[in-house]
């Protein structure tokens, strides 16, 4: 049997059939009450076949993404990119067997001495992650800049 028509495949082609067979079906109705002259009902008509093909179109995306899956194409590795602004900035888990362990933001050691306000943020970021229920409005000093 394939994979695709399996209960669980079959429920979800189901669903999405029946529910946009009732926007289709929602949208008809709007378009009859337009048509006595509410013309609000106009937009209506046109809203319920797009929930439609919104439906459909995310669902046939996911089958895609499946299918694509269990070929066992290589799809895009999902990395987040930033522009270089000309920083080193990588994150780091930091913490101790007693500590806590969160993400701190690291720097070159260069630019830790060359910036003081760098400097100045990377060590509330320390400070708050020293402590999770501190705040940033708790640090000593913090003008909330």
Known sequence: MSRWLRP???LGHLVIGVVAAACLRLGWWQWEHARQGNTLSYGYALQWPLFAAFGVFFWCRVV???LSRAAGTPGAPHS??????????????????TGPVGLVPTVAHSERD????AAAYMH??????ADPRRRLSDYPGFDGR
């Open 8 to 10: 669980w495949w079959l």
């Open 64 to 66: 895609r993404d499946r």
């Open 80 to 97: 987040a990119t930033t522009a270089n602004l000309g920083h080193s900035w990588s994150f780091q888990r930091e913490g101790t067997a």
């Open 114 to 117: 060359d910036d003081p306000e």
């Open 124 to 129: 509330r970021l320390r400070w708050l992650n």
